[in-house]
């Protein structure tokens, strides 16, 4: 994807000069814009949890067997938070608090000035991400992003790029 924008500040050359060296800044020092976009992919990732699933047009996941439901005690999928005590040994809703929550366990949110990464470390996570016929457990995948979320970010980078550039100083 490519960015373009017409000049069209006819001011003198060193005038032009300084905003080209804020572009420049602004494009080496980006990680407020990465930040933005990490804020956003935990919305994106609460969004959808709360439809389990079915964001962007994305079947819902497929319900809990019957047997899982018993042993845990809820019908909450890739939840914990109703479970029966010590369902789970890694913590009360890791996963979803690992995606969603600042700071949480297991998260994975790093911004620099030219990326940023978002994810889990939770154990297991890629199993129900993926799925796994040998344990027969169907593939629920909870990172989910959709072209519009990609444009939005985008739009995000390319609004801090040209931040100043055309403020009067």
Not at 133 to 140: D, M, Q
């Amino acid at each position: 994807m490519s960015m373009q924008f017409t000049v069209t500040d006819h001011g003198d050359l060193k005038r032009l000069t300084q905003k080209f060296e804020l572009l420049r800044h602004n494009a080496l020092h980006a990680k407020p814009a990465m930040q933005r976009i990490l804020a956003d992919m935990r919305l994106v990732e609460k969004e959808v949890f709360g439809e389990q699933g079915a964001r962007g047009g994305n079947k819902r996941w497929r319900r809990l067997k019957p047997g899982t439901v018993e042993r845990k005690g809820s019908v909450e999928i890739l939840r914990t938070y109703n479970a029966k005590p010590r369902y789970s040994s890694i913590g009360q809703d890791a996963l979803y608090r690992s995606l969603v929550v600042g700071n949480a366990k297991y998260r994975v949110a790093r911004a620099t000035n030219f990326s940023a990464e978002f994810g889990t470390t939770r154990p297991y996570a890629i199993v129900h991400q993926t799925g796994s016929r040998s344990r027969n457990i169907p593939a629920r995948p909870f990172l989910q992003f959709t072209s519009q979320d990609e444009e939005r970010w985008v739009t995000t980078i390319e609004a801090w790029l040209i931040h100043g550039f055309g403020n009067e100083r």
